[in-house]
């Protein structure tokens, strides 16, 4: 399908628009069944049009018929582009009159660029993937609440409860079941952390505070422990946000876990101050603090629990791999991920790339290599051909699906100025994928070319 620029006086709407329940032959009156339901927002349209243009990523897309070029994907935007040119096409006074102000305000698009489609059919598959939703993760994949907000970088009580996920996850890295809960909160439950978290009595009682750059701590991460553990447990399972959303909830519900609140006793004489995006390392007491030079205890660890990583790649030791490669990954081992995560990112990235890379280079592995999620599927599928290896479960599913820590996400560290990688997910990733890279230097050696 071609692009090409159309006059938007030149363009027809569709006369059998799927959202409208009857034919609309007219342009007034494709306009007015528009405008019907909620005018305002086509006017808001129309106002945003007016201030920024035309959406430049998305192509309104037309067919030719009877001679007249027909828009069949994009009616909303050609018709609002149509009543800023001609405000009377627009029935209801006060609507016609916010159109005819639109337009004396600012110089709208007076032509637009389409895509031309052979026919409807021609263009059925890419308007079904445009508003029927994820289709299996072929359609438009929206954005999870989290995923807003770290767009939006707002200071907003989402953006807190993020910001206190991720310190809790730092201060408590060694604590898997604790992980593991706030894995589910963030996904399902992070509006009701963010209502908890708003109400200065829960975080007194916690034992915390925010500040724009960074938390303020009551008390020392151990003591803290037990209520953190207590919160994330309960919302990962049965705290709903109707259980918290008034101040009398709230309340009661600290009464329900007071046994495991810190105790004022332990309460700092002076709050501790965590800036953001820094390691929130356990918080030393001023005595500590002037023993400095003393070896420091190790963090007692529960038993039988596997450690979580530390630094890029920590346990990979890769035998059968180029000296270059072998390079690159002692590089990125020496990366502690609490103190550099936007360089650990970029380095996991850089190490699963050259070391999969490397390997279809010299095992001949041809088909399906243009993409890094084909380079690493086709390495899984030749050193697990099976399917049998449990430890490389979790690399099959996290580079081949696009979930929110996929191969897309891999990209997105390195390629997009805005993504602010956190802590424990850079962690996961690099305990995802070590066995894959194990596996991968252990064929290599069995199979050497």
Same mark, same amino acid.
């Given at each position: 399908?071609?692009?090409?620029?159309?006059?938007?006086?030149?363009?027809?709407?569709?006369?059998?628009?799927?959202?409208?329940?009857?034919?609309?032959?007219?342009?007034?009156?494709?306009?007015?069944?528009?405008?019907?339901?909620?005018?305002?927002?086509?006017?808001?349209?129309?106002?945003?049009?007016?201030?920024?243009?035309?959406?430049?990523?998305?192509?309104?897309?037309?067919?030719?018929?009877?001679?007249?070029?027909?828009?069949?994907?994009?009616?909303?935007?050609?018709?609002?582009?149509?009543?800023?040119?001609?405000?009377?096409?627009?029935?209801?006074?006060?609507?016609?009159?916010?159109?005819?102000?639109?337009?004396?305000?600012?110089?709208?698009?007076?032509?637009?660029?389409?895509?031309?489609?052979?026919?409807?059919?021609?263009?059925?598959?890419?308007?079904?993937?445009?508003?029927?939703?994820?289709?299996?993760?072929?359609?438009?994949?929206?954005?999870?609440?989290?995923?807003?907000?770290?767009?939006?970088?707002?200071?907003?009580?989402?953006?807190?409860?993020?910001?206190?996920?991720?310190?809790?996850?730092?201060?408590?890295?060694?604590?898997?079941?604790?992980?593991?809960?706030?894995?589910?909160?963030?996904?399902?439950?992070?509006?009701?952390?963010?209502?908890?978290?708003?109400?200065?009595?829960?975080?007194?009682?916690?034992?915390?505070?925010?500040?724009?750059?960074?938390?303020?701590?009551?008390?020392?991460?151990?003591?803290?422990?037990?209520?953190?553990?207590?919160?994330?447990?309960?919302?990962?399972?049965?705290?709903?946000?109707?259980?918290?959303?008034?101040?009398?909830?709230?309340?009661?519900?600290?009464?329900?876990?007071?046994?495991?609140?810190?105790?004022?006793?332990?309460?700092?004489?002076?709050?501790?101050?965590?800036?953001?995006?820094?390691?929130?390392?356990?918080?030393?007491?001023?005595?500590?603090?002037?023993?400095?030079?003393?070896?420091?205890?190790?963090?007692?660890?529960?038993?039988? =629990?596997? &450690?979580?990583?530390? $630094?890029?790649?920590?346990? %990979?030791?890769? +035998?059968? /791999?180029? @000296?270059?490669?072998?390079?690159?990954?002692?590089?990125?081992?020496?990366?502690?991920?609490?103190?550099?995560?936007?360089?650990?990112?970029?380095?996991?990235?850089?190490?699963?790339?050259?070391?999969?890379?490397?390997?279809?280079?010299?095992?001949?592995?041809? =088909?399906? &290599?243009?993409?890094? $999620?084909?380079?690493?599927? %086709?390495?899984? +599928?030749? /050193?697990? @051909?099976?399917?049998?290896?449990?430890?490389?479960?979790?690399?099959?599913?996290?580079?081949?699906?696009?979930?929110?820590?996929?191969?897309?996400?891999?990209?997105?560290?390195?390629?997009?100025?805005?993504?602010?990688?956190?802590?424990?997910?850079?962690?996961?990733?690099?305990?995802?994928?070590?066995?894959?890279?194990?596996?991968?230097?252990?064929?290599?050696?069995?199979?050497?070319?």
């Amino acid at each position: 399908m071609e692009q090409r620029d159309f006059a938007v006086a030149d363009l027809r709407l569709d006369g059998n628009n799927p959202r409208h329940a009857v034919p609309t032959p007219t342009t007034r009156e494709a306009i007015a069944a528009l405008l019907g339901k909620d005018p305002e927002k086509l006017l808001r349209l129309a106002q945003d049009i007016a201030q920024k243009g035309v959406n430049p990523t998305e192509f309104p897309i037309i067919v030719h018929e009877d001679g007249h070029p027909v828009v069949i994907e994009g009616n909303r935007r050609i018709a609002a582009l149509k009543a800023l040119a001609d405000p009377s096409l627009v029935e209801e006074p006060r609507i016609r009159q916010m159109f005819a102000i639109a337009a004396r305000r600012h110089s709208y698009p007076k032509s637009v660029r389409c895509v031309v489609a052979e026919s409807r059919e021609d263009a059925r598959h890419w308007i079904t993937l445009r508003h029927t939703g994820e289709n299996e993760g072929v359609g438009i994949q929206p954005w999870t609440t989290e995923q807003k907000t770290r767009f939006a970088e707002k200071k907003t009580p989402t953006e807190k409860a993020l910001r206190f996920m991720q310190q809790v996850s730092e201060w408590y890295s060694t604590d898997e079941k604790l992980l593991q809960d706030i894995e589910i909160v963030r996904s399902t439950r992070l509006t009701t952390l963010a209502r908890l978290l708003s109400d200065p009595k829960v975080r007194n009682s916690l034992g915390f505070d925010f500040r724009d750059d960074g938390i303020l701590a009551e008390y020392e991460p151990e003591a803290m422990h037990n209520s953190v553990r207590r919160l994330f447990s309960d919302l990962a399972t049965h705290l709903s946000v109707s259980r918290v959303k008034s101040k009398d909830q709230r309340s009661e519900y600290l009464g329900a876990i007071k046994d495991d609140l810190p105790q004022n006793s332990q309460r700092l004489t002076q709050p501790r101050f965590v800036p953001k995006q820094i390691s929130a390392r356990p918080l030393a007491t001023p005595q500590e603090q002037s023993q400095s030079s003393s070896p420091a205890r190790p963090t007692p660890s529960a038993p039988n =629990r596997p &450690q979580q990583d530390k $630094r890029v790649f920590q346990n %990979v030791v890769m +035998r059968n /791999i180029s @000296p270059r490669t072998a390079k690159v990954l002692n590089e990125a081992k020496k990366i502690v991920i609490a103190e550099s995560p936007n360089v650990a990112a970029i380095m996991i990235r850089a190490v699963i790339d050259i070391a999969v890379t490397e390997a279809a280079e010299r095992q001949g592995w041809r =088909r399906r &290599q243009d993409k890094l $999620r084909d380079r690493i599927g %086709v390495a899984l +599928r030749h /050193i697990d @051909p099976e399917n049998t290896d449990r430890k490389l479960d979790e690399a099959r599913r996290m580079s081949q699906n696009d979930g929110a820590l996929s191969v897309k996400n891999l990209h997105s560290f390195m390629h997009q100025w805005d993504v602010h990688p956190m802590i424990v997910d850079i962690t996961t990733l690099s305990v995802v994928y070590t066995p894959m890279l194990l596996k991968l230097d252990e064929y290599l050696g069995e199979n050497p070319k």
